[in-house]
């Protein structure tokens, strides 16, 4: 059974950093793309995309220059680091797997929230 | 703003179908066959109904059909029941950079 687990969320003050984990099991990682998607009131955004070989990453504008996306294959793990955090940044975290330009699997997702 | 258009909300009666919309443009849903859409009871993670446009992963029910037109891409939901009460949402490729871009979602609800 293909597993998703989220961790890492607090909460935070406005400009601060936060690194969010994802704990994959039950399929080859290695293999899957991979992006983190968020879910604020106002709906669900795609945030950032890796590919099973690091070779290509992608993010929203709305992250740019601020959060970084990795994986470590070894560990079965995907990571976003997130710096200078702003309100709007308060979302729950999920992070997917990537299928065939979709996402087949989710976590439970991981709430952030920047306040100050 | 969302990038694609979905009407917020839509309902139906036991057995009857339902069709909502999602509208884009020729830069994403109307460029590529790589809308998907996802069905999200409260509280629960999303979970993927339809990909490239009409693929069901294995384990959906065939009672959820998806479709495209144009820059309009629709999921048909037939035969209603009680579970399918829920939020849906549509996202599609939009190329370059823009690697999936969702729609508002839809709350639907069985009367």
């Known amino acids: 059974e293909v597993q998703l687990v989220e961790s890492g969320g607090a909460l935070v003050q406005p400009g601060g950093s936060l690194r969010l984990s994802c704990a994959a099991s039950g399929f080859n990682f290695n293999v899957y793309s991979m992006n983190w998607v968020r879910q604020a009131p106002r709906g669900l955004e795609w945030v950032s995309y890796i590919?099973?070989?690091?070779?290509?990453?992608h993010y929203a504008d709305s992250v740019k220059g601020r959060f970084t996306i990795s994986r470590d294959n070894a560990k079965n793990s995907l990571y976003l680091q997130m710096n200078s955090l702003r309100d709007e940044d308060t979302a729950v975290y999920y992070c997917?797997?990537?299928?065939?330009?979709?996402?087949?699997?989710w976590g439970q997702g991981i709430l952030v929230t920047v306040s100050s | 703003q969302s990038a694609l258009t979905q009407p917020p909300s839509a309902s139906g009666s036991p057995g009857q179908a339902v069709t909502i919309s999602c509208t884009g443009t020729?830069?994403?849903?109307?460029?590529?066959?790589?809308v998907s859409w996802y069905q999200q009871h409260p509280g629960k993670a999303p979970k993927l109904l339809i990909y490239?446009?009409?693929k069901r992963p294995s384990g959906v029910p065939d009672r959820f059909s998806g479709s495209k037109s144009g820059n309009t891409a629709s999921l048909t939901v037939s035969g209603l029941q009680a579970e399918d009460e829920a939020d849906y949402y549509c996202?599609?490729?939009?190329?370059?950079?823009?690697?999936?871009?969702f729609g508002g979602g839809t709350k639907l609800t069985v009367l």
């Open positions: 490239e446009v009409t």
């Open positions: 590919t099973s070989d690091t070779r290509t990453i």
């Open positions: 020729s830069s994403d849903v109307g460029g590529y066959n790589r």
């Open positions: 996202t599609s490729y939009a190329g370059g950079n823009n690697w999936a871009v």
């Open positions: 997917a797997r990537g299928f065939q330009w979709a996402f087949d699997s």
